[in-house]
């Protein structure tokens, strides 16, 4: 099409040109008109003449005004071209400029809004929440990656509606309502998954754009651990409280039938008192227990020494010489006198004294009990094994959980938290506790540290 209109142009350009050179010959050459003839032709020829260069200008014009607007069609469809030049003459300059003025903003504005963007999704992106945002039409325009996670998406979600996306009919209903009141919307969603439950605080926000143009967004915050943490809180304040409740309720209990009359029969009072005692002393054990729990918490930084750990266990087991003694088990250490190590001492110390209890509390009559330590290149591990009624394996997983007893026939041995306060012990000091059993065999325990090096003696001391 291009071709044609170049080769009728030039074509036209030709057939003027033979007609001024046939009036111009007959004009000027050809001596046979007269004057009157020759004026006449002579304002023929320059009426010719002035029509030529205004359909010649007419051209120049129009290829012009093509070239405008193809260019207006390129800024339209973003298409990447250079500027516009025209001569200073030319009628359409200041057509031009404006229009390179127009393509100049109009990079700017597409640079700047690609650039808000590429934010814009980078922050969605780095939000810790699911994120979801549909148009006035209920289709999807944006989502992160969180939202695919939380939801089973179908391919190509964009431009999908939300009844298609949220396959739980309280989701879609929570949407549907935002749309239709125009005012945001929040519920706390439960979604069962193969790991279990998980709750999600669920917003969706009406966001108005302009007079006839608004979106939704919906906002997936993962809100299970807090769940569970609190569920733990309940049920941790409901375990202590019946645990308090027994040894208080014998205590209380004994105490009204001695005063009843119990306290004329020595043999009956000091039965009752011994039951008194020991249950004062259960008390005793189960508030230290959960002031020891409250001070991990509570722990604002470790402090590091340096531990001959042979003569640091050495100090802890006198603690359980009687019953050790009572009960006849044979401590065996094999841990080198020559063991340093370096730790935050109370926390070792609360460590290794739960575990030494636990290996005489539930030990056997003549049984015994191994202390071992083995240093490692950046770790070092301490293990303690007893001889005593084990652990079962479906008990394993649980030992650590506060208040869980294996042997519920021993329900009334210790507190339930010796091994609790063990494991928050270790995961402060960043280590790991393991543990492996043959039941009505051995039970051994291992604790893994990390080899701090001296400099933290040294930061300590100053």
Known sequence: MKATKIFGYNALICLFARI????????????????????FGALAWCFLLECAFQIVQRFKRIKTLNMLTQKLIEITNQKPSSHILLERGNDYVELARAINAVQSSSKR???????????????????????????????????????????????????????????????????????ETKEDQHMIWEDQTEGGIKYYDVHAIYVPLSRHHYSVMCLFNDITSERRIAQMQRDFVANVGHELKTPVTAIRGFSETLLEGALDDKETASEFVKIILEQSKQLTDLINDILSLSKIDASKGDTFVKIKLRKFIERIVQQFEPAIGEKKISFIDKIAPDVEIVCDEKKLQHIISNLMQNAVRYNKEGGSIEVSAVILENEWCFLIKDTGQGIKHEDLGRIFERFYRGDKSRSQEGTGLGLSIVKEYVDSLSGMIDVTSVPNAWTEFMVTLPEFSENKVSEVEK
């Open 20 to 39: 001024f050179n046939e009036i111009f010959i007959k004009l000027f050459l050809d001596g046979d008109l007269t004057t009157k003839e020759k004026i």
């Open 109 to 179: 504005f597409l640079k700047l809004f690609r650039q808000q963007t590429r934010d814009y999704l980078s922050l969605m992106e780095s939000m810790t929440s699911g994120v979801v945002v549909f148009d006035r039409n209920k289709e999807i325009t944006l989502y992160n990656h969180l939202l695919e996670e939380i939801l089973v998406l179908p391919p190509k979600p964009k431009g999908r509606p939300f009844y298609v996306v949220f396959h739980d009919a309280k989701l879609v209903s929570m949407a549907q309502k935002a749309y």
